[in-house]
């Protein structure tokens, strides 16, 4: 990608604070994308994402908002998408609220679906009409394993990201003619503060390639995603697992 502030691409990356959301922003702004990093409340987080994504030649706006909540998105979103649509958006905000079903409460439930799935309506409701305007753009969901094999203690969590493989093949069936790709990247387990409790020994035996996934890991593919220029995936979920679903 050209280096010109004109010509550039803007990438709106959902959760971008931190972790995986982290990792992706720096890759899309190496590749020359313009920032939209969106983030709930960890501003000091978000402040150095800005710092190392500006270092790169890029901008890097910094969004603050709540993805369940639709009126919040609306509100940060409406306005900017009606000058600039962004070319990539990637969803990756998630939180866990581990336990076992029988023991889970409504609220263990309901913040967990409001914020990994509902969260996906939100945002792709606020800035779909603008791509399907420009008739371009890429979209990725980040997924995750749980939500391909399910995964014991992780009832809500499983669903809510076995629905973002749903509803993404769905939209992917509704805006491909519109020139607008859109891919689901389901990552195993990659060092990052919703794993590290995990013990590596017990992950270590299930995965062929015998390491833990890292978050670069998982940047580096939805980098090709959004920045490929002769792309044919599409309505796609791709393991980032090291063998773990085969």
């Not at 501003?43 to 890029?58: F, P, Q, Y």
């Not at 369940?68 to 306005?79: G, H, I, N």
């Not at 866990?96 to 889970?104: A, E, G, P, Q, V």
């Not at 679906?113 to 996906?120: A, C, Q």
């Amino acid at each position: 990608m050209t280096s010109d502030a004109s010509s550039r691409k803007v990438a709106l990356v959902v959760g971008g604070s931190r972790g995986i959301g982290r990792a992706i922003v720096v890759r899309l702004a190496r590749s020359g994308f313009d920032i939209w990093c969106t983030y709930r409340g960890n501003h000091e987080a978000a402040e150095e994402v800005r710092k190392e994504v500006e270092t790169l030649g890029v901008s890097c706006d910094l969004i603050p908002f709540d993805v369940s909540d639709y009126e919040a998105v609306r509100a940060a979103l409406a306005p900017r998408v009606e000058e600039t649509s962004p070319y990539a958006l990637v969803y990756n905000a998630g939180i866990t609220r581990d336990n076992l079903l029988m023991w889970m409460s409504p609220d263990e439930w309901n913040a967990v679906l409001r914020t990994n799935l509902d969260g996906f309506f939100n945002v792709t409701r606020a800035v779909l009409f603008s791509m399907l305007k420009a008739r371009k753009g890429r979209i990725v969901a980040i997924s995750s394993a749980s939500g391909q094999l399910g995964q014991a203690g992780q009832v809500n969590y499983a669903a809510s990201k076995a629905g973002l493989i749903g509803a993404a093949r769905s939209l992917a069936r509704e805006v491909g003619k519109k020139n607008i790709v859109v891919n689901v990247v389901a990552p195993g387990f990659i060092e990052t503060e919703l794993t590290h409790e995990i013990p590596a020994e017990k992950v270590l035996p299930l995965v062929p390639l015998n390491r833990l996934g890292r978050a670069e890991d998982v940047a580096s593919l939805v980098n090709f995603l959004c920045t490929e220029e002769h792309l044919y995936i599409h309505g796609q979920t791709i393991g980032v697992n090291g063998g773990l679903a085969v």
